[in-house]
């Protein structure tokens, strides 16, 4: 079976990534698919919309699911309880088929995004001005 090439680009992406650029790949990720329910949503195709949405709730159920709790304190708490209204909400919006809760999630994420990406950029300035991340979604 051949192997498509964007697929096998984004396997080498992955597997070379940085526990950091993984965090940002993730984000970028649930935001494409809470697009793409938006999209469907908008053009009542349910079917599509109900599986771009449960891809983006996988994507937050795994950022949930590693945080470190114990090294990450408070912070981990607050994304931990951030991330879970982030599912329960698009929980909501599947079940109503209401794109204003997909928004509501989509720039709560995108924000969370450009803000882990600034403080990525800021630790790597600190230790040696490594790669940066990039800002743009």
Not at 53 to 79: C, F, K, P, T, V
Not at 114 to 126: D, F, R, Y
Request: aromatic letters at 6%; one cysteine or more.
């Amino acid at each position: 079976m051949a192997v498509n090439p964007q697929q096998r680009y984004l396997e080498v992406q992955v597997k070379t990534a940085t526990p950091e650029k993984l965090v940002t790949m993730l984000y970028d990720g649930a935001i494409r698919f809470m697009r793409q329910a938006q999209k469907h949503l908008a053009a009542q195709d349910f079917l599509e919309a109900h599986n771009n949405l449960l891809r983006a709730q996988d994507i937050l159920y795994e950022l949930m699911a590693n945080l470190n709790m114990e090294a990450g304190g408070e912070i981990a708490q607050n994304l931990c309880q951030l991330y879970d209204f982030m599912i329960t909400t698009l929980i909501e919006a599947n079940i109503k088929k209401d794109s204003s809760k997909v928004e509501t999630v989509l720039v709560m994420l995108t924000d969370l995004r450009q803000t882990w990406v600034q403080a990525m950029n800021g630790l790597a300035a600190q230790t040696n001005g490594q790669d940066r991340l990039d800002i743009g979604s």
